[in-house]
């Protein structure tokens, strides 16, 4: 089964990203968000770059591709597919936080299930080197979504289907053991009978934002806010977002690297408005939780 999550529903452009955030901006108009779908974008740590999942934008090797644009007189600029795209579906793009990695994942040939989850060295020149699957260690024989790493790269927090769990799609954290990814263990709290994915870690873990919905397939997609009481997150709350909403969607939810205090998240408000799905940026929840929620 393809990930059918953007399916569901059929002004901060970068050059003002000195201001100050409002509620949130939209992020890139007409370059980033366009009339396409653009779901789940990850800034560079320097900065320089940004990059996103779009499931019908022109242009690319598939259906589903990752997009590229670079900052330049302080605007994002030069929209471009990324080289690792395949002929198949590549999303959910995010880079490490040393900027040495692009994580995603992919439904080609030569995987272990449906979706698995990959990276791909990024060159000192700016591109990339070849995607390489990540193993069998987080990837099963369903679908896997959302890669995203710790600070460190110790820990990468993803969303599955394939190891068990709580209900339909459930968030995993899985330790690096110096060679590769394994041991995925369910994160304390979050998981329930409906499908939990697309999640970002807010203070290395001491609080988490995730998307929830009890048919990713045909019910609406909301993002949640929670704290870590010490073993478990606790007390899920609705993000406060005006257009995160019972009836829509609203997902893809990742820390920006080069400003720890923004979050930049997908969805559909009323204005501004570029298309399907836009990526906006708004400001990252408080955290007042603990540590301990990070297996």
């Known amino acids: 089964m393809h990930r059918k999550r953007v399916m569901v529903v059929a002004v901060l452009a970068c050059g003002a990203m000195g201001a100050a955030l409002q509620e949130f901006g939209i992020e ?8 396409h779908s653009e779901v789940r974008a990850s800034v560079s740590p320097d900065g320089q770059r940004i990059v996103w999942g779009s499931t019908d934008r022109p242009g690319g090797a598939g259906g589903w591709d990752l997009w ?32 040495k990695w692009l994580y995603f994942f992919s439904n080609r040939d030569g995987g272990f299930g449906g979706d698995d989850l990959y990276r791909a ?27 995203t790493p710790n600070l460190d790269g110790t820990r990468l927090l993803f969303a599955s289907d394939s190891f068990g769990g ?28 409906a499908d939990e994915f697309d999640a970002a870690w807010l203070g290395d873990g001491r609080a988490i934002v995730f998307a929830r919905s009890d048919d990713v397939e045909s019910a609406p997609i909301r993002l949640w806010l929670a704290q870590c009481d010490g073993r478990a997150y606790a007390d899920a ?20 690297l080069s400003k720890p205090g ?34």
């Not at 110096?178 to 979050?190: D, K, N, Q």
Request: charged share 15%; hydrophobic share 40%; aromatic share 6%.
């Open 28 to 35: 890139g108009m007409g370059v980033v968000s366009t009339p």
């Open 68 to 99: 590229q644009a670079t900052l330049r007189d302080g605007r994002w600029q030069d929209p471009l597919p990324l080289p690792v795209n395949s002929a198949d579906n590549d999303f959910d793009p995010v880079f490490s936080a040393d900027g």
């Open 121 to 147: 060295p990024v060159l000192a020149d700016g591109g990339f080197g070849a995607a390489v699957n990540l193993g069998a260690g987080v990837n099963g024989k369903g679908d896997e979504w959302a890669p």
């Open 166 to 193: 709580a209900g339909r799609h459930d968030l995993f954290v899985a330790r690096w053991n110096g060679a590769a990814f394994v041991e995925p263990a369910p994160v304390p709290g979050i998981n329930t009978a």
């Open 237 to 256: 709350q609705p993000l406060a977002l005006s257009f995160n909403a019972t009836d829509g969607a609203t997902l893809g939810p990742v820390v920006d």
């Open 262 to 295: 923004e979050l930049l998240v997908s969805g559909s408000a009323k204005a501004p408005k570029a298309g399907k799905m836009d990526i906006y940026r708004m400001r990252a929840p408080a955290v007042t939780g603990h540590a301990g929620c990070v297996p």
